[in-house]
């Protein structure tokens, strides 16, 4: 089946009805200009913010941001076939594209507001396909759950799901844009910093089966407290229909606020409470999950991991699956990366979770670290937590006294904020280094660790803590 494309007359209509559509440009001859009466048709199928990496027939998103505004790179997105949607201009007629080269059947929509306009796109886009839809949300192993998810349903058909981690108010729009009808359910991954974003984003994707995988300190700046948190992961399962289902972490806070939140049915699981009990075991890179008598390999270490996976299970059968497809799906996982990949670099064993960071996901990398098999010393390097607000300090010292206590041999910090780790783990007996950069960081590694050593690489996104592990391995390889 060819790919539908939403209809350029259809999404102008749609911005209008939002009150969002300013004017539209058209090609008339190949050179933009406005349209003498109705919006001509052509259209587009799925939409993208970077226009080097649009596919063909894509909308190009052409927003202003920090490094560099989309709508410079409009004109040659418009010559090569795209959609556009930007903003408008004080004077339409002085609307930079104007005038610009357009291929045939191709245009722009200006808006006062491009990103509201997105959402509105999705959101008629999402009305017009009836795909059953999860959605999954959580402080800690969203984005893993949805992986884990996407491969579970893909047992069962074509299985639509966030890219990467693209949850937010672009990244959820951009997936909603990429339904057609070959899909037979989809995943959508939601994070949040703040109350009312996830509402917002359940409003677009309208699921039917909610995920949350756990409540912990995180986004502290924006929502305040951990009971911020409960309430911001919480509005996922306010949203769901009364016929839907709720798949909640029983073990975790907020589980009591979530069941009263929902009018959808709730399938609770935990290790201590809960209708689904579950439990794992390490082995080699990965575990095996026991979860109501059944055994499931999991396929990424740590026993958060095994959480994921039973999150993952529960919603892929609240969708109707059954084992057998189930498990098919399972076989043909992959991760996203830098979340849990085990690598070999130099013969040392590295853990790469270097995507993200907060306190809990920190402490449980590191537990999963030390349950990998090996002989050597286990070391973790760690950069920055971010967004922590007021509490940012004494977290970052708890975080250091916890790693003291869950085996590790020797904490390397990278970058002056991540220092107050290494502060509480030597306070606490533990042995540690600091670098100044991932530069340093990664020769310490290349100079201080051996062959057999396992090695975890972490910290939040700002931390570009990937970096180290490229270094190290470039190192490696010249050595």
Same mark, same amino acid.
């Given at each position: 089946?060819? *790919?539908?494309?939403?209809?350029?007359?259809?999404?102008?209509?749609?911005?209008?009805?939002?009150?969002?559509?300013?004017?539209?440009?058209?090609?008339?001859?190949?050179?933009?200009?406005?349209?003498?009466?109705?919006?001509?048709?052509?259209?587009?199928?799925?939409?993208?913010?970077?226009?080097?990496?649009?596919?063909?027939?894509?909308?190009?998103?052409?927003?202003?941001?920090?490094?560099?505004?989309?709508?410079?790179?409009?004109?040659?997105?418009?010559?090569?076939?795209?959609?556009?949607?930007?903003?408008?201009?004080?004077?339409?007629?002085?609307?930079?594209?104007?005038?610009?080269?357009?291929?045939?059947?191709?245009?722009?929509?200006?808006?006062?507001?491009?990103?509201?306009?997105?959402?509105?796109?999705?959101?008629?886009?999402?009305?017009?396909?009836?795909?059953?839809?999860?959605?999954?949300?959580? %402080?800690?192993?969203?984005?893993?759950?949805?992986?884990?998810?996407?491969?579970?349903?893909?047992?069962?058909?074509?299985?639509?799901?966030?890219?990467?981690?693209?949850?937010?108010?672009?990244?959820?729009?951009?997936?909603?844009?990429?339904?057609?009808?070959?899909?037979?359910?989809?995943?959508?991954?939601?994070?949040?910093?703040?109350?009312?974003? /996830?509402?917002?984003?359940?409003?677009?994707?309208?699921?039917?089966?909610?995920?949350?995988?756990?409540?912990?300190?995180?986004?502290? &700046?924006?929502?305040?407290?951990?009971?911020?948190?409960?309430?911001?992961?919480?509005?996922?399962?306010?949203?769901?229909?009364?016929?839907?289902?709720?798949?909640?972490?029983?073990?975790?806070?907020?589980?009591? %606020?979530?069941?009263?939140?929902?009018?959808?049915?709730? *399938?609770?699981?935990?290790?201590?409470?809960?209708?689904?009990?579950?439990?794992?075991?390490?082995?080699?890179?990965?575990?095996?999950?026991?979860?109501?008598?059944?055994?499931?390999? *999991?396929?990424?270490?740590?026993?958060?991991?095994?959480?994921?996976?039973?999150?993952? /299970?529960?919603?892929?059968?609240?969708?109707?699956?059954?084992?057998?497809?189930?498990?098919?799906?399972?076989?043909?996982?992959?991760?996203?990366?830098?979340?849990?990949?085990?690598? +070999?670099?130099?013969?040392?064993?590295?853990?790469?979770?270097?995507?993200?960071?907060?306190?809990?996901?920190?402490? &449980?990398?590191?537990?999963?670290?030390?349950?990998?098999?090996?002989?050597?010393?286990?070391? *973790?390097?760690?950069?920055?937590?971010?967004?922590?607000?007021?509490?940012?300090?004494?977290?970052?010292?708890?975080?250091?006294?916890?790693?003291?206590?869950?085996?590790?041999?020797?904490?390397?910090?990278?970058?002056?904020?991540?220092?107050?780790?290494?502060?509480?783990?030597?306070?606490?007996?533990?042995?540690?280094?600091?670098?100044?950069?991932?530069?340093?960081?990664?020769?310490?590694?290349? &100079?201080?660790?051996?062959?057999?050593?396992?090695?975890?690489?972490?910290?939040?996104?700002?931390?570009?803590?990937?970096?180290?592990?490229?270094?190290?391995?470039? +190192?490696?390889?010249?050595?």
């Amino acid at each position: 089946m060819s *790919v539908p494309r939403y209809d350029a007359t259809l999404a102008a209509a749609d911005l209008e009805a939002a009150g969002l559509l300013d004017r539209v440009l058209v090609a008339h001859h190949g050179v933009l200009a406005p349209p003498d009466d109705a919006v001509p048709g052509g259209g587009f199928s799925g939409a993208g913010l970077d226009s080097r990496h649009l596919r063909p027939g894509q909308l190009f998103v052409a927003l202003a941001g920090a490094r560099a505004d989309g709508c410079d790179f409009a004109p040659a997105a418009l010559a090569a076939g795209h959609w556009i949607l930007t903003r408008t201009a004080d004077d339409p007629a002085q609307h930079p594209l104007m005038g610009s080269s357009a291929a045939p059947g191709t245009g722009t929509l200006l808006s006062p507001d491009p990103v509201a306009a997105l959402g509105c796109l999705a959101r008629c886009w999402r009305q017009r396909h009836d795909v059953p839809t999860v959605a999954v949300t959580g %402080t800690n192993g969203k984005t893993t759950t949805k992986d884990f998810l996407a491969a579970l349903l893909g047992g069962a058909g074509s299985v639509l799901a966030t890219r990467g981690n693209l949850n937010n108010h672009l990244g959820v729009p951009l997936t909603l844009l990429s339904l057609t009808p070959d899909h037979s359910r989809a995943v959508v991954e939601m994070g949040a910093s703040a109350v009312g974003e /996830i509402a917002a984003l359940a409003q677009l994707a309208r699921p039917s089966v909610g995920v949350i995988t756990n409540a912990a300190p995180a986004h502290l &700046a924006q929502f305040g407290d951990l009971d911020g948190v409960i309430a911001g992961k919480g509005e996922l399962v306010a949203s769901l229909p009364a016929h839907g289902t709720a798949v909640l972490n029983a073990d975790s806070p907020g589980f009591d %606020t979530w069941c009263g939140l929902t009018s959808a049915r709730v *399938v609770s699981w935990g290790q201590t409470r809960g209708e689904h009990r579950w439990s794992w075991r390490a082995t080699g890179r990965g575990g095996e999950l026991e979860l109501d008598g059944q055994t499931w390999a *999991v396929p990424l270490p740590g026993e958060h991991n095994g959480a994921n996976l039973v999150a993952a /299970i529960l919603a892929g059968q609240a969708l109707g699956l059954d084992e057998a497809e189930l498990r098919r799906g399972l076989a043909a996982f992959t991760a996203s990366p830098h979340r849990g990949l085990v690598l +070999i670099v130099d013969g040392r064993t590295v853990l790469d979770d270097s995507y993200n960071a907060n306190p809990r996901s920190v402490v &449980a990398a590191a537990r999963a670290l030390c349950a990998l098999a090996g002989d050597g010393r286990t070391v *973790v390097v760690l950069g920055h937590m971010g967004e922590l607000g007021d509490e940012s300090v004494e977290i970052h010292l708890q975080t250091g006294r916890e790693l003291a206590t869950v085996g590790v041999d020797h904490l390397v910090t990278v970058g002056a904020p991540a220092r107050l780790m290494n502060e509480g783990f030597q306070a606490c007996g533990g042995e540690g280094s600091h670098c100044s950069d991932q530069d340093a960081a990664a020769a310490w590694l290349a &100079a201080n660790t051996a062959a057999g050593d396992r090695v975890l690489v972490k910290g939040s996104r700002s931390a570009a803590m990937e970096t180290v592990i490229e270094s190290f391995a470039a +190192i490696s390889g010249k050595s």
